[in-house]
């Protein structure tokens, strides 16, 4: 049991399906009401959109509220959320407490809603689709969305003073969505502050791990942020655990049944020397996936 991002790790897959292991992939519970508790991915993403506003306020060389002095009212500053999923939403929420103006965009039609509740402001591209899965996360979009995205997302990238990206799309790269000429046209000292660096980045300069300083812009690939709230992301993980354990055992033994329980179905990628979650079958390119024996696995 622990996060294995089988969409992507197809060689560990092999491997573990190989030396005939039982896996369950936290990262792959379903999301759906019963299996909230025990979704590790919504836990965290919640600490890591938190803190990449605070990222960001540290390094931006400005306030975030608006403030009145004596010496002269400051106008708040502009956060853009790219991506209103878990961690999209906990940005906007930690944004709009410190007192920034918060736009969001999402490729989700559902968001707007979502971004609207929590006092921000919804980007909208004309003629927008909607990208959203029947599991609830975004799917890529067509050609010409895109470039309509861009255009959009350079007019209000331009005015922001921060940018926190979190646009993921499960098993793919994440999507372009801060080009260069983007970063190019923003004011010097603005801060981007990529959740999606590790993936790949929303923005096309952003290094993971690193924060570089290009065209002015302070642009950090952010990795690890849970760790930084590491009190309360221990807390939720280990809550998330203790649900999901009792979720597939029974009298101190474990009772997996894919077939009645839509929850291990969902996140059990490896059984009996198979791969035989459907979705990492898809993603390695074949419709029956078998691993075959590892060098110095057990027969």
């Not at 939403?89 to 509740?117: C, H, P, T, W, Y």
């Not at 502050?193 to 590790?198: I, K, P, Q, T």
């Not at 709230?229 to 354990?245: D, T």
Request: charged residues 20%; contains cysteine; aromatic residues 4%.
């Amino acid at each position: 049991i622990a996060p294995i991002l089988p969409l992507v790790n197809h060689e560990l897959v092999k491997v573990l399906a190989s030396r005939k292991v039982t896996t369950l992939a936290l990262d792959a519970i379903p999301r759906t009401t019963v299996a909230q508790m025990m979704d590790v991915l919504s836990s965290q993403a919640t600490c890591a959109g938190y803190y990449a506003v605070v990222m960001a306020a540290g390094a931006l060389p400005r306030f975030f509220p608006m403030l009145i002095t004596a010496a002269g009212t400051i106008a708040p500053a502009t956060l853009l959320v790219l991506g209103a999923g878990v961690a999209g939403l906990s940005a906007i929420g930690a944004g709009k407490r410190l007192g920034a103006r918060v736009e969001a965009f999402d490729v989700r039609k559902v968001a707007k809603e979502q971004v609207e509740s929590l006092g921000a402001k919804f980007v909208e591209v004309e003629g927008g689709e909607d990208a959203q899965t029947a599991g609830g996360y975004a799917k890529e979009v067509s050609d010409d969305y895109k470039k309509r995205q861009a255009a959009e997302l350079a007019k209000h990238g331009a005015k922001a003073d921060a940018i926190v990206c979190t646009a993921l799309i499960p098993g793919k790269r994440a999507p372009v969505l801060i080009a260069e000429d983007i970063v190019k046209s923003m004011k010097p000292g603005s801060v981007i502050v990529d959740l999606a660096a590790e993936q790949g980045g929303n923005c096309e300069l952003s290094e993971a791990g690193k924060t570089v300083v290009k065209h002015g812009v302070t642009i950090i690939g952010a990795a690890d942020l849970p760790s930084h709230v590491a009190v309360h992301a221990s807390q939720m993980w280990s809550r998330n655990m203790e649900k999901l354990l009792l979720h597939v055992s029974k009298d101190g033994a474990f009772v997996l049944d894919p077939e009645k329980d839509e929850i291990v179905r969902g996140c059990m990628i490896t059984r009996g020397g198979e791969i035989v979650h459907e979705a990492t079958k898809s993603s390695m390119g074949a419709s029956k996936a078998k691993a075959e024996p590892a060098e110095g696995s057990a027969s």
